[in-house]
């Protein structure tokens, strides 16, 4: 498989640990699914030109990861400021909004298709700031999409008729509102919906076919990209094979095994933020 994943980077800032580890939903897919057995994987984003924007580069270059389209911008470098419960748990206290990300957009060139052309699939979020490149990018290759927590109807009208497979982190959901919302984004056509529940597990349908994934029973350490782990895994195995209960199977294992490190792939550096 050759996987370009194009918009959000961050440093994940641990503010009890003075810790800054490498993370953002684009970013994070990239990077574990060249671990997870992608032929190519490459990423498309913006950085700044900071410590942390540094060790971006640096963490990307030793997972040989194809960064021959990376911009590189004057300013800071995206982070969230994050924590952990007794549990494990993630809790994000704040952030700088993507940085200098938040200023700039990708304008996607004409040899930038040319590139983009040469890989399996696009893998883009809600924090990239990409929408409006999705209807011309989609001409010209299949889209994966993570929309976290955004369900409203016109961010779904304006991402959905655009993209393959759509991911959902559905923790505050009922079963029959997740059933509720993969109804909703089949019928824009997306061939896979997916909804993330934490500890419920996950809950998937492919062209209207339901599939249910329980969790992998782990010592929580730091849940911190363990849904990156299992939209990445998900993906690479899916292409291989196409079999979806093996597919959610593999993820679902995949995301416990990222509990039990800090960060989503590692790469702590010390930093203290002033």
Do not use: W
Not at 62 to 77: H, M, P, T, V, Y
Not at 118 to 134: G, N, R
């Amino acid at each position: 498989m050759k996987l370009l994943a194009i918009g959000d980077n961050v440093v994940d800032y641990y503010k009890d640990k003075d810790m800054i580890y490498p993370g953002g939903n684009a970013l994070n897919v990239a990077v574990l699914s060249k671990r997870y057995g992608a032929e190519i994987s490459s990423y498309m984003g913006i950085i700044g030109n900071d410590l942390p924007a540094s060790h971006v580069l640096e963490s990307l270059e030793k997972e040989e990861i194809d960064i021959s389209k990376l911009r590189q911008a004057f300013g800071e470098n995206g982070m969230a400021v994050v924590t952990l419960d007794e549990e494990g748990d993630r809790i994000f206290l704040k952030g700088n909004k993507g940085g200098i990300q938040k200023y700039l957009t990708i304008r996607l060139t004409e040899e930038d298709y040319e590139y983009i052309k040469l890989h399996d699939l696009v893998h883009t979020s809600v924090y990239s700031y990409f929408e409006q490149t999705l209807p011309e990018l989609s001409n010209y290759i299949d889209v994966s999409f993570d929309f976290s927590t955004q369900r409203e109807k016109l961010y779904l009208d304006t991402v959905c008729p655009f993209i393959k497979q759509a991911f959902f982190s559905g923790n505050d959901l009922k079963p029959q509102e997740c059933e509720a919302l993969i109804d909703t984004v089949h019928d824009y056509g997306v061939e896979i919906v997916g909804v993330t529940r934490g500890s419920e597990g996950a809950l998937f349908s492919k062209k209207g076919k339901r599939y249910r994934q329980s969790i992998v029973p782990i010592e929580v350490v730091d849940t911190l990209g363990a849904g990156d782990s299992f939209i990445a895994k998900f993906i690479v195995e899916h292409h291989k094979h196409g079999d979806m209960e093996v597919s959610l199977a593999e993820a679902a294992k995949a995301a416990a095994d990222t509990c039990t490190i800090f960060g989503a792939f590692g790469y702590g550096l010390p930093f203290t933020k002033e």
